[in-house]
Each structure stands twice: as structure tokens, then as C-alpha cells.
């Protein structure tokens, strides 16, 4: 299994790899007065929302549709308040792969998560966050830029971004430094429009893409968010475009994967962990 790793790793060191999160990077991540898992997937998302209780099964399927569906009944402050509350006053556990990423100093991270594991992990490193925006009137881009000077973050207009600093771009939000999340069905809507219409990447993005190789960590594909993201910010990938870290992938991830030209490794972030030589605790591996 380590052999599989090699050319990940190297290419990630050479900053040829960009990993790119999904909700199983935060496998094992738990509260630290409750012990309870913080809710990351879409199932787990839906039933912290609804106080732990299951909704229809409509509104089930996806936790873009129990957004929406909260948003419509109680406000788009309700949504917020849950989300802020989830990520942002909850104190977590700290994940040994957040924790690893930060100390490679990578120069260039997706993350598709909302949490707050990998600034708390870089916050006393110089870098740059890209936040995904939604549905702002106005808006001449669907993203706000801000840069860290290893203390606090100041917003900054792209062409102000220093070249030099490494990039963490998380495209559906964050509650940090102020709370953007794209959640809800309409959220959506206008955030993957706009991102096939180039207006929710940064040009700084754009211009150190072409070529670059994706490492999925914990991102399954079964749903058409997840893969139309993975499609336009991974837009002018090389070839291989990456990997993909799935143990036990379905057919219409073989297949979508194979499309845009990822090859699998039927591995978990723990292998990949241990592979890079960072102990991992039980409670961390998943089956992404």
C-alpha cells in the first residue's frame, strides 16, 4: 500500500498535488465536552439540524434540501445560527490530518468543508482563504479573499494577494473571519452557476491550476454537488487529473472518476496517514 503513495507525496511536496477535502477528512473529530462527532456529511448535518431527529425523506436526500427547507420556514438567520454554532462555537478535537496539512505549509488546499479545523491549524502561518459567496446582490464574484499575517485576517482585493503565501480555498464557507456559507438549495444554485461561469474562482486560482493533480480526501461522489465541484475547480487538471482515496466505491463513482480521469486507490485517510508517516488514531480512519 505504501508504494501507492509514493508519487502522491512527492508530488505533494513538490506542490504538483493539491488535496482536496471532503467530509471524511474530518473522520474522528469530536467535541471536547461532549465527545459527540462533529456533523460533517450530509446525513449527520441533516439530524444536527433537526435536533437529532431524522426529517422526510425528501428532505433526507441532501442537506442542501433541509437548508432550504429551514431557511424557507425560519429564516436564513436560523441556518446561520445553526452552522456558526456547529463550527464555530463548538470546540473540537484537533485532526491529526488538518494538523499535517498545516505543517507542510502546501502551497494550495481545497477544502470543501465548513469547519474550521485547517485555519485553526494555520492560523499562526502566513496565508491566503478564499470563502465561496452566495446570492449577494451586486457581487461582482461569488468569493471574498483575505490574508493572514499569522494573527489575524484582513480582507484583501485579489490583485493584493501576496504570490508567495500558501492558499486555502473553501468554496462552501466558513465562520471564519465572518460567517459566508453556501448551504441551502438556492445557495447553490447560484454558487455553481457562477462557478462554471468562472466568477467564483479568484484569478490568482486560475492562473497556478493548469495542470495540477487532486488528491481526494474523504469525498465521495455519489451526488451531483459534490462531482460539479470537483469538475470546475479541478477545471485544467494534468494527466492523471489525481486520486481518489474511496475503500469501497459504487459504480457511478468508478464511472464519473474515470471520466474526468482520477484513479482510485480503495484506501482510507488513515492509510494515507500512515503512509506519510503521521500516527493516526483508531477513531480517525473511515471509509470515506
Given at each position: 500500500?505504501?508504494?501507492?503513495?509514493?508519487?502522491?507525496?512527492?508530488?505533494?511536496?513538490?506542490?504538483?498535488?493539491?488535496?482536496?477535502?471532503?467530509?471524511?477528512?474530518?473522520?474522528?473529530?469530536?467535541?471536547?465536552?461532549?465527545?459527540?462527532?462533529?456533523?460533517?456529511?450530509?446525513?449527520?448535518?441533516?439530524?444536527?439540524?433537526?435536533?437529532?431527529?431524522?426529517?422526510?425523506?425528501?428532505?433526507?436526500?441532501?442537506?442542501?434540501?433541509a437548508?432550504?427547507?429551514?431557511?424557507?420556514?425560519?429564516?436564513?438567520?436560523?441556518l446561520?445560527?445553526?452552522?456558526?454554532?456547529?463550527?464555530?462555537?463548538t470546540?473540537?478535537?484537533?485532526?491529526?490530518?488538518?494538523?499535517?496539512?498545516?505543517?507542510?505549509?502546501?502551497?494550495y488546499?481545497?477544502?470543501?468543508?465548513?469547519?474550521?479545523?485547517?485555519?485553526?491549524?494555520?492560523?499562526s502561518?502566513?496565508?491566503?482563504?478564499?470563502?465561496?459567496?452566495?446570492?449577494?446582490?451586486?457581487?461582482?464574484?461569488?468569493?471574498k479573499?483575505?490574508?493572514?499575517?499569522?494573527?489575524?485576517?484582513?480582507?484583501?482585493?485579489?490583485?493584493?494577494?501576496?504570490?508567495?503565501?500558501?492558499?486555502?480555498?473553501?468554496?462552501?464557507?466558513?465562520?471564519?473571519?465572518?460567517?459566508?456559507?453556501?448551504?441551502?438549495?438556492?445557495?447553490?444554485?447560484?454558487?455553481?452557476?457562477?462557478?462554471?461561469?468562472?466568477?467564483?474562482?479568484?484569478?490568482?486560482?486560475?492562473?497556478?491550476?493548469?495542470?495540477?493533480?487532486?488528491?481526494?480526501?474523504?469525498?465521495?461522489?455519489?451526488?451531483?454537488?459534490?462531482?460539479?465541484?470537483?469538475?470546475?475547480?479541478?477545471?485544467?487538471?494534468?494527466?492523471?487529473?489525481?486520486?481518489?482515496?474511496?475503500?469501497?466505491?459504487?459504480?457511478k463513482?468508478?464511472?464519473?472518476?474515470?471520466?474526468?480521469?482520477?484513479?482510485?486507490?480503495?484506501?482510507?485517510?488513515g492509510?494515507?496517514?500512515?503512509?506519510?508517516?503521521?500516527?493516526?488514531?483508531?477513531?480517525?480512519?473511515?471509509?470515506?
Amino acid at each position: 500500500m505504501s508504494t501507492d503513495f509514493e508519487p502522491i507525496l512527492s508530488g505533494l511536496a513538490e506542490g504538483r498535488v493539491v488535496p482536496f477535502l471532503g467530509p471524511g477528512a474530518l473522520a474522528g473529530v469530536t467535541s471536547t465536552a461532549t465527545g459527540e462527532t462533529m456533523p460533517a456529511d450530509s446525513h449527520s448535518l441533516i439530524l444536527a439540524l433537526n435536533n437529532g431527529q431524522p426529517m422526510s425523506p425528501k428532505l433526507m436526500f441532501e442537506f442542501s434540501r433541509a437548508a432550504m427547507h429551514v431557511e424557507l420556514k425560519r429564516g436564513r438567520s436560523a441556518l446561520t445560527k445553526f452552522l456558526d454554532k456547529t463550527y464555530r462555537d463548538t470546540a473540537w478535537s484537533p485532526s491529526a490530518l488538518h494538523l499535517w496539512l498545516a505543517e507542510q505549509g502546501f502551497p494550495y488546499v481545497v477544502d470543501t468543508n465548513r469547519d474550521t479545523q485547517l485555519q485553526l491549524a494555520m492560523a499562526s502561518r502566513p496565508h491566503t482563504l478564499v470563502v465561496g459567496l452566495a446570492r449577494m446582490a451586486g457581487a461582482e464574484h461569488r468569493f471574498k479573499v483575505f490574508q493572514s499575517d499569522g494573527k489575524d485576517y484582513a480582507p484583501v482585493s485579489p490583485d493584493q494577494v501576496d504570490s508567495r503565501l500558501p492558499v486555502l480555498f473553501k468554496p462552501v464557507g466558513s465562520p471564519l473571519p465572518e460567517a459566508s456559507y453556501i448551504a441551502s438549495d438556492a445557495d447553490f444554485v447560484d454558487y455553481l452557476t457562477e462557478l462554471m461561469g468562472g466568477f467564483a474562482i479568484p484569478g490568482f486560482i486560475k492562473r497556478r491550476r493548469p495542470g495540477l493533480r487532486y488528491l481526494l480526501l474523504g469525498l465521495r461522489l455519489n451526488r451531483d454537488t459534490e462531482r460539479m465541484l470537483l469538475s470546475e475547480i479541478g477545471y485544467a487538471a494534468g494527466s492523471p487529473a489525481g486520486w481518489a482515496l474511496i475503500p469501497s466505491p459504487t459504480d457511478k463513482e468508478r464511472r464519473f472518476l474515470e471520466r474526468l480521469n482520477y484513479r482510485i486507490i480503495p484506501a482510507d485517510v488513515g492509510d494515507f496517514l500512515a503512509a506519510a508517516g503521521v500516527p493516526v488514531p483508531a477513531a480517525a480512519r473511515q471509509a470515506a
